[in-house]
């Protein structure tokens, strides 16, 4: 089966701008995570989704970060405007109905 | 609130040696472990989980509820072995998978 996709792999932006990351989760995969993974640290999960639906966004930091899953497939985070301490990978995830998360190869994201 | 402590950032043994990447866990209620690994220049992917018990590229790793454990073992390290490994904790239940995970330990097997 193809693999979890992200875009773009590489960004740079100066704070303050806006950048939006995309997301493909393996077909029929109904859970969707977004992890932050800052250099040095484990991921830390952002936001989760159910289908369509949030399940967890407690740990997303709302006043700049949104995220959304429109028709219960892809999947966009946002980050408005940018932080120099939201560098960091960006990483996608989906589950299967074993129970297995599987990740994206992740976009590395430099706030300058 | 759960949380994973992997107490050694850095490993290194040589080929051939048993090899032990520790994982210590805090959670009230029964947990569901996972060792994931990330190998250079690859996505991060599941090694293994304990509720499968089962042996990966010659990896196994038993959940100690007395000690909050869940170390990660192989009797004889291969340099393929190299890479991140990350210790993770889902809560279960309606958590729906959520993953806690650890710093990370990287592992380097020499020649």
């Known amino acids: 089966e193809a693999g979890v996709a992200q875009s773009p792999r590489y960004k740079i932006i100066e704070k303050r701008q806006s950048v939006a990351f995309w997301c493909n989760p393996i077909s029929g995969h109904a859970t969707l995570y977004w992890y932050q993974q800052i250099l040095g640290q484990g991921p830390k999960l952002l936001i989760q989704f159910q289908n369509n639906g949030v399940v967890d966004d407690s740990q997303l930091p709302k006043d700049r970060f949104s995220a959304e899953r429109l028709k219960g497939v892809d999947s966009t985070l946002k980050i408005q405007p940018a932080k120099l301490e939201d560098s960091a990978v960006y990483l996608c995830a989906s589950r299967s109905q074993g129970g297995e998360q599987y990740f994206g190869p992740g976009t590395r994201l430099t706030v300058t | ?111």
């Open chain 2, 1 to 111: 609130a759960q949380r994973v402590t992997q107490p050694e950032k850095l490993l290194s043994v040589f080929k051939g040696a048993p090899v032990e990447l520790k994982c210590n866990y805090s959670y009230s209620g029964s947990p569901e472990l996972f060792w994931y690994v990330q190998y250079s220049r690859q996505r991060l992917q599941l090694l293994l989980r304990h509720i499968s018990r089962e042996s990966i590229k010659g990896f196994t790793a038993d959940l100690n509820k007395g000690e909050t454990s869940f170390h990660l073992k192989k009797p004889f390290a291969q340099e393929e072995d190299s890479a991140m490994y990350y210790c993770a904790l889902s809560a279960g239940g309606t958590s729906y998978g959520k993953l806690t995970f650890g710093q990370g330990t990287i592992l380097t097997v020499h020649p």
